[in-house]
């Protein structure tokens, strides 16, 4: 009797889940680019383009950033191939200056006067400092950071992949990318990932 239960409940439930895929309306891409175009008709061409998605950000859209595993691999492999590595090898910066990129929210706006420095705005998502008694938590807290992964050498070289394009490291993630995307330069990158792994910083006290 408990089997023919259940059968019956996973029988309801694949019919329920079936119901709800074929009510989702039909999303037609091509009416919401030309929708897109046409909001942003009157920009300049360097706002156009920001608006226009490129073929990750397709990918990931049209499939509500449920990638089979093979699409994973394409979209990580192909965000990869964008990743500019510190000339110099060094990936930290200096701390003091990470903090600022991390508290800071400004850059990429209408609002923005030309010249305006992007910040990286991470106390958006991420807990950082401890002690930081105001940060959001759309992502994993950051709070020692470094010192739980004893200051690995591999382990800041992958977080500046992670930081630089998110997406190299998890396909349709939901993070930034800051470094292909030109949000951040590669030296506040490095300030960044100071802030992360310097044994001084306060994230790492």
Not at 22 to 45: E, L, N
Request: aromatic letters at 8%; glycine letters at 8%; charged letters at 20%.
């Amino acid at each position: 009797m408990k089997f023919v239960r259940f059968a019956l409940a996973g029988g309801l439930l694949i019919a329920a889940t079936s119901a709800i895929a074929q009510d989702r309306p039909q999303v037609d891409a091509a009416r919401i680019d030309a929708t897109m175009r046409a909001m942003f008709s009157r920009v300049s061409p360097e706002w156009q383009a920001r608006a226009q998605l490129d073929d990750t950000q397709r990918a990931c859209t049209e499939r509500r950033n449920q990638v089979s595993a093979a699409e994973a691999d394409a979209i990580q492999a192909r965000e990869r191939a964008t990743v500019v590595l510190p000339p110099d090898g060094n990936f930290l910066g200096d701390w003091r200056k990470g903090f600022q990129v991390a508290n800071n929210g400004r850059g990429g706006q209408f609002s923005d006067p030309a010249g305006t420095i992007a910040g990286g705005n991470c106390f958006a998502c991420h807990q950082m400092d401890p002690k930081e008694v105001s940060y959001g938590t759309l992502g994993p807290s950051l709070a020692a950071y470094g010192r739980d992964r004893n200051y690995d050498p591999e382990l800041i070289r992958d977080a500046y992949i992670k930081i630089y394009n998110s997406q190299a490291a998890v396909a349709c993630s939901n993070m930034p990318r800051f470094g292909a995307m030109k949000v951040l330069t590669i030296d506040q990158i490095k300030d960044v990932l100071a802030y992360l792994f310097d044994r001084q910083s306060p994230v790492n006290q």
